[in-house]
């Protein structure tokens, strides 16, 4: 799974990239270069389990960031459609808006990077609608038809100036749509990059902001960039010094980790042995049949059956044999649809 940033030059990507990769990438130098990193998806139950199980190795679910040039910010006015590929692949966007340097009013420039998505989706469907009317006149083509008549439709909502991510679509028009990778499609999570003399305010601030904010489409998250990237070069003992001193609790960067997690509409299984204790994200609704093939091609192939316990059962009873002493575990096939935070061996045959 895929998350990128956007929003306008200086708005503070790059600062965000560095706060949740750790990686210290040159900011405020206007550069074009693309930089991508694989965040580990930090998460208390992985830790909780490798505690239990004391494996060799520890291994977190893991999303990929890219931080590449995109948006101009400047609304209506965009120029031509150069906009990286890359980002069009995203599974979702991570959108930071500058509520930093008080040179723009942060709500504007949501709206008008809002604006742009809907405005450069409108003109990719343009260029396209034209030809395919044709094609469909020449052949009558069904398939074809039916393309047309959805993006006619989400003309329309564009034309209302409506991102299409509002739009009402069965599964198999969302999968169509998605292929043409839309901007406005794409589920949004707003980081408010605030100074560090507003971080007391960081609630208050969030909750400006919640008319924007549609649940399963958009997530929010505030947090102030230069400190984070700083916090993100210190090892922990440091971190915490750092942390009291601002008078906070907890590091917004794992708060904006989680919620793109979520945001991606991703849940979490675990595998754990004596080698390795593993978080897998998968997508919500994914069958024990997908998890087994999301660990190994020939679980999928040879898999015979789950056996599942849940975490909180797990964490309490602390060892396999008193799991299954207390009747704690079940055994699940194929259809299995997994929850979040099952721990599964999946038993399979090649
Ligand atoms: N004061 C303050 N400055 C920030 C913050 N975030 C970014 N900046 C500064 O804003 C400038 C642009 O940041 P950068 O990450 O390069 O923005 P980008 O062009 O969107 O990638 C840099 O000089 C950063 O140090 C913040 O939270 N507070
Ligand atoms: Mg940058």
């Known amino acids: 799974m895929k998350l990128a940033l956007v929003g306008t030059p ?49 291994a977190y679910a893991t999303i990929e960031f890219l931080d590449a040039p995109g948006l101009s910010g400047k609304g209506k006015e965009v120029g031509p459609l150069e906009i990286s590929p890359e980002l069009r692949q995203a599974d979702a966007f991570v959108m930071v808006i500058d509520a930093f340097s008080g040179m723009t009013d942060p709500e504007s420039s949501l709206q008008s990077l809002i604006d742009e ?16 009317r044709r094609t469909v006149k020449l052949t009558g083509d069904k398939a074809e038809a039916k393309t047309v008549e959805l993006l006619e439709r989400c003309l329309g909502m564009l034309e209302r100036e409506k991102p299409l991510l509002d739009c009402e679509l069965s599964d198999d028009e969302d999968k169509l749509l998605r292929g043409f990778q839309f901007l406005s499609q794409k589920p949004l999570l707003i980081v408010l990059n605030i100074p560090e003399d507003r971080l007391h305010d ?16 958009h997530e929010l998250a505030v947090m102030c960039g230069k400190i984070e990237a ?12 750092f942390l009291d001193d601002l008078g906070i609790d907890l590091a ?29 994200p998968i997508p ?14 020939d679980m999928e192939k040879g898999f015979i059956r789950a056996e599942v316990v849940t975490f909180d059962d797990f964490s309490q ?34």
């Not at 040159?26 to 270069?33: K, P």
């Not at 700083?230 to 922990?236: C, K, Y």
């Not at 960067?253 to 897998?280: C, M, Y």
Request: aromatic share 6%; charged share 25%.
């Open 252 to 280: 917004a960067t794992a708060k904006v980790i989680k919620r793109a997690f979520d945001l991606l509409g991703l849940i979490t299984f675990f595998t754990v042995s004596d080698a390795e204790a593993h978080a897998w």
């Open 117 to 132: 998505m809907i405005l450069l989706d409108q003109l990719l469907i343009e260029s396209n609608l034209e030809k395919r």
């Open 230 to 241: 700083e916090l993100a070069g210190l090892d922990e003992p440091e971190r915490r010094a």
């Open 317 to 350: 009873l602390e060892t396999h044999a008193a799991i299954k002493a207390a009747g704690k575990q079940r055994l699940e096939g194929k259809d299995y649809v997994v929850c979040d935070g099952d721990v599964i061996l999946i038993r399979f045959n090649v």
């Open 202 to 217: 960081a609630a208050a601030i969030a909750e400006q902001y919640r008319r924007f904010i549609e649940p399963g489409k």
């Open 10 to 58: 200086q708005s503070g990507k790059t600062t965000v990239f560095n706060a949740v990769s750790g990686h210290q990438v040159a900011v405020g130098d206007y550069s074009q270069a693309v930089h991508r990193a694989l965040i580990k998806v930090p998460d208390p139950r992985l830790d909780r389990l490798a505690e239990l199980v004391k494996p060799r190795k520890v």
């Open 284 to 297: 919500r609704g994914a069958t024990a049949h997908k998890a087994a093939g999301a660990v190994h091609s």
